[in-house]
């Protein structure tokens, strides 16, 4: 409160006669003394004119104006209106040179008017308009000279008009007393003005001391407030040179705005009061944006209105810095109380501007040097309390030095025993690890010692079952031999998938990226599982949108693997119903997409408990299903780790009792090859297509329509005949097999009564296993082309291009019908027709030996064939004889087959040949393959062999 008083004292001191100016009501000044200054408006009188330029300057010397007359002030707040005074001078001395100056430099115009006693007068002109380099006198106020003769009388009028306070304090003195006076004045502004700048250079010192951003603020209200104050005394006007001033005002305005703002911004901040309560923030906020609203306003609207909004703001400026000061004021620190009350002296300063500029304070000597007083005493306050705050900090941080070096101290020895106690740790982490990683290594040895011990056996099981179902038996061997053949593939699979999670979880699997045919990968996955859906009488569905790239960088075998795990899945888990294998692809760039492979079925669903389980490792949804289906439980973890390899994730949607659906995502390159020549179906107009399953004929129809083909789609039988017999015009028809009520070669039957072979071609849709029952009718029925599902697009466009093509028909039936004989031939053949190929077999297992000899013997049974126990033994007979092919089993005693080839190599350069080597291994990892290739090897067969993979590398190496 006691604050407070004192600003209401002071305010009270300003509109009492110590700061009043009297005004004397003398008609003329008298010019006694030469080293003297009068001040003319005191015998001045003045009047106002609207700017309605009523008032004419020779009128206003012969008679007054006393309807425009106003009572004599120094000061008439913002006024845009034209301002005359008339004041009469008597020289009473013997000096006739004088300097008239006009005390107030931002006034926008001026015209002067001085008549002598014969009613002559002379003109002087001044104002924003008239360059600085142009004035008569070099003074940062306006100054003329004058010619006033002794001991006569002259009357000055004078016409004013300034967007800013309209004041006009005209002095007359004699030119040494004027050059005394301004040498005085530009000496007291020299000092104010340095001390302006001594302050700025000081705080950017501290600046670049602290680095602390607040400084930035307090420099800039320095620099603002310095040129705000060359404006108002008129000193930036002789140094700018600028050929007008019109440009004074804007600069005022904005200099002093941002100087307040910065003022402001700079309390708040530096002593962290911006950080405290949300509610003076926003009134910190709030005060910043009507700043640059003022500021901006100067473009729209006239400058007097923004001086006055300019005012308004900086009497404004006390709400905040009332805030700051008040809660300075309550902390015990002293540089907070001299801050304080150094904000207190500012609110004077803003006070005296505030009223002086509204003309509510008389402008004098006091109302404008105390301005300038109180701004050092604000100054040198913050000065003060700045460097005892910085003071205070240096004592706090040596303070907080001294303390943490006892910390550290005390730190440096629980560090050095922690230290102890972490090495003794790192010693028993170490060898910890090095545990671990001996055990993986034995659990990876152990895992690939397993796998071919008991890959050996299963190559003679799987090998000789194969061999004997291909001799004469009866119905009950050919059951159970089938039977242990699929028992042994079963748990060959079962190795597989054990085999793979161990890579899996040793981080040993990488993938093998390659160009190659997507489509086709996913064709044969839908292959692979196309007999078991078949016996379940469950529909494969193959969705390829038209619109993906045939070919794109994946590794083959592992995206395989997941399609085959997912839609063995769904084949194993799917009693009845339908199978979808859909592709998607999405552009990314001309480079690269992404590739959705989706698996839907119809089965018996999972629960959403069931699913948190589903991709944990040798589990499956429930253990009545592990009961009912069977399995390992590591298919789906299995390919979930292939598709994270791969960037992915397999994900599900799945309601129980309804379906489920399995979809993952791939983003790689892609190459958009167009290899489809639509121009070869340009004949083919129409096409019914006949099919009960909705989902399969949505998926022609899309494919017809990319192609160009307009379709009608039925689902049943009886409504393609009735289509028939109403005469629309077809150029083919797709049909169904197995349909409901009536199926595919019934309703058939009923069409060809309707239109032959030639006039409307069809393609009948069926599974593998209908192959050699539908043979026969469909020739008796003139079916121009039987297509297997799932539909492969390829060879539905092929059989579209050769729709009216008899020859090509006929070479795909003739193929059909041969098709088991082809098959029966190329295994029993010989290929290779030269006589005594000589081949080596090196193989410590007896009965792998004779299983891949029986084997060899079957497709060539003119080689001539030796065989090597071990390595030492190969090596031996392969220097002895000039084989053809060496089939080199990896792991043999003695001398193992890497060991083995070695040798061989080595020998065989010095004989510059080279005999084919091919690798037998129960090893199925890609560094299985790499290691041999690596030591010389041309080739690898895993066991158990493949009999098809054999037959493959002899006719690779062998055919002439």
């Known amino acids: 409160m006691k604050y407070l008083k004192i600003i209401i004292y002071i305010s009270i001191l300003f509109s009492s006669n110590l700061f009043s100016e009297e005004v004397n009501n003398k008609l003329f000044t008298e010019l006694t003394d030469v080293n003297s200054i009068y001040s003319i408006n005191e015998s001045s009188k003045v009047y106002v004119d609207n700017n309605k330029e009523n008032i004419n300057f020779k009128k206003l010397y012969n008679v007054d104006y006393k309807n425009k007359e106003i009572e004599n002030r120094g000061s008439y707040g913002f006024s845009d209106s034209n301002y005359w005074i008339k004041s009469n001078i008597i020289n009473s001395t013997t000096e006739n040179n004088w300097i008239l100056t006009i005390k107030y430099p931002l006034v926008d115009f001026l015209d002067i008017y001085i008549f002598n006693e014969n009613g002559k007068f002379e003109k002087i002109h001044a104002g924003d308009d008239v360059a600085y380099k142009n004035r008569t006198i070099d003074n940062r106020n306006y100054s003329f000279h004058l010619k006033l003769s002794p001991n006569k009388r002259y009357t000055l009028i004078a016409k004013i008009k300034t967007k800013g306070t309209m004041r006009f304090p005209f002095e007359l003195s004699t030119y040494n007393q004027f050059i005394k006076t301004s040498n005085e004045n530009y000496i007291y502004m020299g000092f104010y003005f340095a001390f302006i700048l001594v302050l700025i250079l000081v705080f950017i010192v501290y600046f670049i001391n602290d680095r602390e951003i607040t400084y930035i603020y307090l420099i800039t209200y320095l620099f603002s407030y310095l040129i705000y104050e060359g404006i108002q005394f008129g000193i930036l006007f002789k140094f700018l040179n600028s050929n007008n001033l019109y440009w004074k005002f804007y600069a005022y305005i904005g200099s002093g705005i941002i100087a307040l703002m910065a003022f402001t911004y700079f309390a708040y901040s530096f002593f962290g009061l911006s950080k405290n309560k949300k509610g003076k923030s926003k009134i910190l906020k709030l005060f910043i944006v009507l700043g640059f609203v003022i500021i901006l306003s100067m473009l729209f609207i006239k400058v007097r209105y923004s001086l006055i909004l300019y005012t308004i703001y900086a009497i404004l400026t006390i709400v905040p810095n009332i805030i700051i000061s008040f809660k300075l004021l309550k902390s015990k620190k002293i540089y907070n109380k001299i801050f304080s009350f150094g904000i207190l002296f500012f609110l004077l300063t803003i006070v005296i501007f505030g009223l002086r500029g509204m003309g509510i304070l008389p402008t004098n000597f006091f109302t404008l040097n105390l301005i300038n007083a109180f701004f050092i005493i604000v100054s040198t306050l913050f000065f003060i309390s700045i460097s005892s705050r910085m003071n205070y900090y240096k004592k706090e941080n040596i303070k907080i030095k001294e303390e943490l070096e006892d910390f550290n101290n005390n730190l440096l020895e629980k560090v050095q025993e922690r230290t102890e106690t972490l090495n003794k740790k790192n010693i028993e982490l170490i060898e910890a690890k090095e545990k671990a990683e001996s055990a993986s290594k034995a659990k990876s040895e152990f895992l690939a010692n397993m796998s071919h011990e008991i890959r050996t056996p299963l190559n003679g099981i799987i090998g000789f079952t194969d061999l004997v179902l291909k001799t004469p038996l009866n119905k009950l061997q050919m059951q159970y031999l089938s039977n242990i053949k699929i028992s042994g593939e079963a748990l060959l699979g079962i190795i597989n998938d054990i085999l793979d999670f161990s890579k899996i979880e040793a981080g040993k699997l990488e993938l093998e990226l390659i160009k190659a045919d997507i489509i086709e990968i996913v ?148 190459e958009d090859r167009n290899e489809l020549e639509l121009d070869k179906l340009l004949d083919i107009k129409k096409i019914m297509i006949v099919d009960d399953n909705d989902k399969n004929r949505m998926i022609l129809e899309h494919t017809l329509r990319y192609w160009g083909i307009e379709t009608i789609s039925v689902n049943n039988g009886f409504d393609a005949v009735n289509i028939v017999e109403e005469g629309y015009k077809l150029d083919a028809v797709i049909m169904d097999y197995h349909m409901p009520d009536i199926n ?165 350069k010095e004989l510059g040949k080279h005999t084919i080597i091919v690798a037998l291994t129960a090893g199925s990892t890609k560094e299985d393959r790499e290691k041999a290739l690596e030591n010389g090897m041309d080739d690898f067969l895993t066991k158990p062999i493949d009999k098809n993979e054999l037959n493959r590398v002899l006719e690779k190496y062998l055919k002439r």
């Not at 994270?644 to 489920?660: A, F, Q, R, V």
């Not at 092929?798 to 028909?809: A, D, I």
């Not at 081949?839 to 792998?848: R, S, T």
């Open 523 to 670: 064709e044969s996955a839908a292959d692979i599982i196309k007999y078991n859906a078949d016996k379940k009488r469950i529909e494969i569905l193959l969705n390829i949108k038209p619109d993906v790239p045939r070919y794109a960088v994946v590794d083959i075998v592992r995206l395989r693997q997941i399609l085959i795990n997912l839609l063995g899945n769904a084949v194993k888990f799917t009693p009845k119903g339908e199978i979808e294998l859909e592709l998607k692809f999405i552009k990314k760039n001309k480079k690269d997409g992404f590739f959705t492979f989706i698996v839907r079925d119809t089965g018996i669903g999972i629960t959403e408990k069931q699913q948190e389980k589903l991709f944990e490792a040798f589990s499956q949804a429930d253990s009545s299903t592990t009961r009912k289906f069977g399995g390992t439980g590591l298919g789906l973890t299995i390919s979930n780790a292939l598709a994270e390899k791969m960037g992915s994730k397999i994900e599900l949607e799945s309601e129980y009792g309804k379906g489920t659906k399995f979809y993952f995502t791939i983003e790689t390159e892609y």
């Open 744 to 908: 595919g070669i019934d309703s058939i039957k009923k069409i060809r009564e309707i239109m032959s072979e030639e006039k409307l071609p069809i393609i009948l849709l069926h599974s593998s296993s209908d192959d050699l029952k539908l043979n026969s009718e469909c020739k008796r029925l003139g079916v121009r082309f039987n297509l297997t599902k799932p539909i492969k697009s390829k060879l539905l466009m092929e059989y579209l291009e050769n729709l009216n093509s008899k020859r090509y028909s006929k070479e795909r039936e003739n193929k059909a019908e041969n098709n088991m004989e082809n098959k029966i031939k190329i295994e029993d053949k010989n290929v290779i027709t030269e006589n005594r190929l000589k081949m080596l077999i090196a193989e410590d297992v007896e009965i792998n030996m004779m299983l891949i000899e029986t084997m060899v013997e079957m497709y060539m049974p003119e080689v001539k064939i030796l065989k090597a126990g071990n390595g030492l033994e190969a090596v031996k007979k392969s220097k002895e004889n000039n084989f053809d092919i060496i089939l080199m089993d990896i792991q043999m005693p003695v001398k193992d087959g890497l060991e083995a080839t070695n040798e061989i190599r080595e020998y065989e």
